[in-house]
């Protein structure tokens, strides 16, 4: 069984920068995306970043300009760098991988406060 181990996020002011990292624990199985989403109500959880097929990043709209996502296939790892972090950013950050089968991260805790 695949695992997807999150690191990173924190605490940050608005304007400051966190990263999260997302290690998959062997190599996934047809992977053609990985990356992101922020955790929502009932289940609807908003895309945040993914580096699809191709290595092709893709970004929500609220953070498109300020959030880079990269990835380490050597180490079935991706990141994402945040900068210019605003309150609404705050949240449990789900680290997301699609192959032939779908996984997901426990979450990372995001907040930005002042």
């Known amino acids: 069984q695949v695992q997807l181990v999150e690191s990173g996020g924190g605490v940050a002011q608005p304007g400051g920068s966190l990263a999260l990292s997302c290690t998959a624990s062997?190599?996934?199985?047809?992977?053609?995306?990985m990356g992101w989403y922020r955790q929502g109500p009932n289940n609807q959880h908003p895309m945040i970043a993914l580096?699809?097929?191709?290595?092709?990043?893709i970004y929500g709209d609220d953070v498109k300009g300020r959030f880079t996502i990269s990835r380490d296939n050597a180490k079935n790892t991706v990141h994402l760098q945040m900068n210019a972090l605003k309150m609404e950013d705050t949240g449990t950050y789900l680290c997301?991988?699609?192959?032939?089968?779908?996984?997901w991260g426990e979450g990372s805790q995001v907040t930005v406060s002042r």
């Open positions: 997301y991988a699609r192959g032939e089968r779908t996984h």
């Open positions: 580096i699809v097929k191709g290595n092709i990043a």
């Open positions: 062997e190599p996934i199985p047809g992977l053609n995306a």
